[in-house]
Nanobody, 124 residues
Framework: QVQLVESGGGLVQAGGSLRLSCADS????????MGWFRQAPGKEREFVAG????????YYADSVKGRFTISRDNAKNTVYLQMNSLKPEDTAVYYC?????????????????WGQGTQVTVSS
């Protein structure tokens, strides 16, 4: 079974960088696509970035394109989200999610497993 654990969140000043990690401690051999989502207080959960099982295809929300980079290391069962040029509006709880169908979608509904979330706070 997939068990996702996020880490790497914290407090950073605007313009700074953070790298989030999402490890699958279940060490499943399933092939799945991964997504990063975020949810700010009072707002709906929104898609941030996604990556295919092979890592050959990546997808980004327009709001983070050019600033965030998603990658994965399947040997380590880990997905990363490198976040540069952070803005106060990036402040949210960030979640990683796994889609066992192997397809990246921008909707949260199809994802089968979710991590517990990690807080990212960007001060102005």
């Amino acid at each position: 079974q997939v068990q996702l654990v996020e880490s790497g969140g914290g407090l950073v000043q605007a313009g700074g960088s953070l790298r989030l990690s999402c490890a699958d401690s279940g060490r499943t051999s399933s092939s799945y696509a991964m997504g990063w989502f975020r949810q700010a207080p009072g707002k709906e959960r929104e898609f941030v970035a996604g990556i295919s099982w092979s890592g050959g295809s990546t997808y980004y929300a327009d709001s983070v394109k050019g600033r965030f980079t998603i990658s994965r290391d399947n040997a380590k069962n880990t997905v990363y989200l490198q976040m540069n040029s952070l803005k106060p509006e990036d402040t949210a709880v960030y979640y990683c999610a796994a889609d066992l169908r192997g397809k990246v979608t921008v909707s949260a509904a199809p994802y089968d497993y979710w991590g517990q979330g990690t807080q990212v706070t960007v001060s102005s």
